[in-house]
């Protein structure tokens, strides 16, 4: 699905990612851990095309394909899609023809034809129950005036009617309450199969109890200083970053 | 972030479509301005005195007047010498009996504008005047119309055939001394539409002029009367495209609207002038334009809506006089500029009656280096009891180097007043167009998405056949495709 050799990357002048290799196989959910300012979300960044990413150094290959010689909007058409950490406010476009336009995008690349608005409702009409929307949520401008909740659950609303071949959510917990952590995680283990594959970038365990990792990978200082299975994270969780920062460093 | 910017760059230049020329044999043509002109032009329409009289009024009004520099706009000086006044085609100096016998060459170049001048094409719901110049080329379903008691011709034909309506209204609604602009058009005006909607009558047809400019240095200088009579309707709907020239034509209108009891007026725009080359801002059309409304009869309503897209430079207020009781003034804008364009353009609304109400939505965006200007005026006159206005203007800036400004003036002169205003600006961000990208959708699309969504409120307000054709445009101005 996704191979990442040496990636290194910067943001401005910063050197943020130094050197990055991961592999990731159909089905596989890995788990990005670390301190802040350790460069997980940059990490996901880079593989989306964010443009404030420059990527230096290393390879990625999607499906065969080299990644990072691809245009962000070709990158998801390709299957990858990313749930922001902050969604960003779009005032004056309709969040259900905002779906349908990248809807619509992926199906023209497959060479199929676009759907109307009717069309695409039925589809959605099935998609809201998958992260528990109400209706209003697809009447409303794109994340205008959301709470932090319905936010993340119309990125995985979003992820839902995409159906992505490799989601990267980038800290989809953070500011959520229990109910909606619960509701974001059951929509995410709905939408994964055997052929899909998720990178959960996340400072916290707290979500990896819902949505359980295969791989657990702890970044610290732009590298990834200890990789192993979901009891990683429980570790983690109890001791801290700190031991493994500082073991990190010595190796 | 320069290369982000230059990429924004690449999306608002695209090429404007509608830059062509058509050769056709010169006919009349009238370079320079003095009294001779206008006895000339008055002459060759075969004008009753009092025309005349009106015109070389007007033309003496403007030698005394100066050009107007408060608006916030920059451009060489005019050389008022060496505009040409009249242009006509050769083959429009012989009187036309019918449809049939227009051009086949203007016929085609108004095909290529999307405007066919017969009844039976794509627009069968539209009535159109189509004005190559300075003259009227054909007006269509004139004969339809006249069934139900409205007129609509050029203005040529209703100076010859309703002097009477023409002597009534002509600069009752902007006198002649009005401005620089308004009285350089009263004097040297050329064509233009006449519509005459009778009392208890609602249109059946949408209204339409088309406007097209072809000859380089011309000017394009023409006049637009609209009466609608007690308890009648009226939409009317115009157009306006130019070739591509290095030098700049003049386009100075005036639009006089009349409103009366429990009449109701919507007046919509769709501009399209060539804007000046994007880089160099070379050429382009410079669009001093006046108009007006006069809500004259109580409970009579007028509507503004315009979508400003082309002009190297736009100076323009469409306004309502809000003088019946009751009566309501709109005015619905969205001004793009990109490039070097320039635009001050807004509204004023004159509360006199009492009771009156109006509102104001004016969406401004703004890109490449250009200059978009709100400016309007609010004023509550001392015996507009309980009127009303909201204004609402919003600023949309595309990339670093453009520009926006917001001038709104109140002078409100009675307590009773309620008055609002909301402004807002804001700037498409990278953020937004990689959170869309990042959906699949591309950056062109994106673009365009953003700006239909942030004009919505003006759009809506356009008859339907056309706010299709106002977005695409923006959507073509902007970025090429739009689904």
């Known amino acids: 699905m996704l191979k990442v050799e040496g990636l290194k990357a910067k943001i401005s002048d910063h050197e943020i990612l130094k050197g990055i290799d991961l592999e990731i196989k159909p089905g596989e959910v890995h788990a990005i851990m670390g301190p802040n300012g350790s460069g997980k979300s940059t990490f996901a960044k880079a593989l989306a095309g964010d443009p404030s990413v420059k990527v230096t150094e290393g390879k990625v290959f999607f499906l065969g394909k080299d990644l990072l010689a691809m245009e962000p909007d070709a990158r998801a058409r390709a299957g990858v899609f990313m749930a922001f950490q902050y969604p960003v406010e779009v005032p004056g476009v ?158 | 972030m320069s290369e982000k910017t230059i990429r924004i760059e690449d999306l608002v230049n695209r090429d404007y479509q509608y830059g062509f020329k058509t050769d056709l044999e010169p006919g009349m043509t009238v370079r320079g301005l003095d009294e001779n002109t206008i006895r000339l032009i008055s002459n060759h329409k075969k004008e009753p005195p009092f025309m005349l009289d009106y015109r070389l009024k007007a033309f003496r009004q403007w030698q005394k007047m100066k050009e107007p520099h408060w608006a916030h706009v920059h451009y060489p000086e005019i050389d008022y010498q060496n505009v040409i006044y009249y242009s006509e085609p050769k083959v429009m100096e012989k009187k036309l009996k019918s449809l049939d016998e227009v051009d086949p060459e203007l016929k085609r170049t108004f095909e290529r504008l999307g405007i066919p001048l017969t009844e039976q094409k794509r627009l069968a719901g539209v009535a159109v005047d189509a004005i190559f110049d300075s003259v009227s080329v054909a007006t269509t379903f004139k004969a339809k119309l006249k069934e139900s008691g409205v007129i609509f011709c050029s203005f040529s034909e209703a100076v010859q055939e309703y002097p009477e309506l023409i002597e009534k209204y002509l600069s009752s609604v902007v006198p002649v001394a009005d401005n620089f602009y308004a009285a350089l058009n009263s004097a040297v005006f050329t064509d233009g539409s006449f519509v005459y909607i009778p009392k208890n009558t609602r249109c059946p047809m949408e209204l339409s002029s088309y406007f097209r400019i072809n000859t380089e240095n011309s000017g394009q200088f023409e006049r637009t009367l609209i009466i609608c009579e007690e308890n009648s309707h009226v939409s009317y709907l115009e157009g306006c495209t130019a070739p591509k020239f290095d030098t700049n034509q003049l386009h100075a209108a005036v639009v006089e609207l009349v409103a009366l009891d429990n009449a109701e007026i919507k007046y919509s725009t769709v501009q399209n002038w060539y804007a000046g080359d994007p880089v160099t801002g070379k050429g382009g059309i410079y669009n001093f334009v006046t108009k007006r409304g006069k809500c004259l009869g109580r409970n009579s309503k007028i509507s503004w809506t315009q979508v400003e897209t082309g002009s190297a430079i736009t100076w323009k207020y469409p306004s309502c006089l809000l003088i019946g009781d009751d009566s309501v003034g709109e005015f619905f804008s969205v001004a793009l500029t990109a490039g070097r364009q320039q635009a001050d353009t807004g509204t004023k609304m004159i509360h006199l009656g009492k009771n009156t109400r109006s509102t104001i939505i004016s969406k401004g965006i703004s890109a490449g280096r250009s200059n978009n200007n709100y400016r309007g005026l609010v004023q509550i006159s001392k015996n507009a009891e309980d009127s009303k206005n909201f204004t609402q203007c919003d600023s949309l800036l595309i990339g670093s180097l453009a520009n926006a400004n917001t001038f709104p003036y109140m002078e409100i002169q009675n307590p009773s007043a309620q008055v609002e205003h909301e402004a807002t600006t804001s700037r498409i961000s990278d953020d937004q167009l990689f959170y869309f990208q990042q959906r699949g959708i591309s950056r062109e699309d994106a673009m365009s998405s953003i700006i239909n969504g942030f004009c919505k409120a003006v759009f809506r307000e356009l008859p339907g056949e056309f706010a299709v054709e106002a977005s695409q445009l923006l959507g073509l101005k902007l970025e090429g495709t739009v689904g």
């Open chain 1, 94 to 251: 309709n969040n259900a023809s905002f779906l349908r336009l990248a809807f619509n995008a992926k199906r023209k690349q497959n060479g199929q034809e676009e759907l109307d608005p009717l069309e695409f409702d039925d589809i959605l009409q099935e998609k809201i129950k998958i992260v528990e929307a109400p209706q209003d949520f697809l009447d409303r401008s794109v994340n205008q005036g959301f709470s932090g909740g319905e936010k993340k659950r119309n990125e995985i609303l979003q992820m839902a009617v995409l159906e992505p071949k490799l989601a990267l959510l980038d800290e989809t917990d953070s500011g959520l309450d229990v109910d909606a952590l619960r509701v974001v995680s059951e929509g995410v283990n709905r939408l994964k199969n055997k052929d899909n594959s998720i990178i959960l970038v996340t400072h916290y365990q707290r979500i990896l109890s819902y949505i359980v990792p295969d791989f657990v990978h702890v970044l610290s200082n732009g590298r990834i200083i200890k990789s192993g299975g979901k009891d990683l994270a429980i570790e983690v969780e109890r001791r801290g970053y700190d031991w493994l920062v500082s073991a990190g460093v010595r190796a």
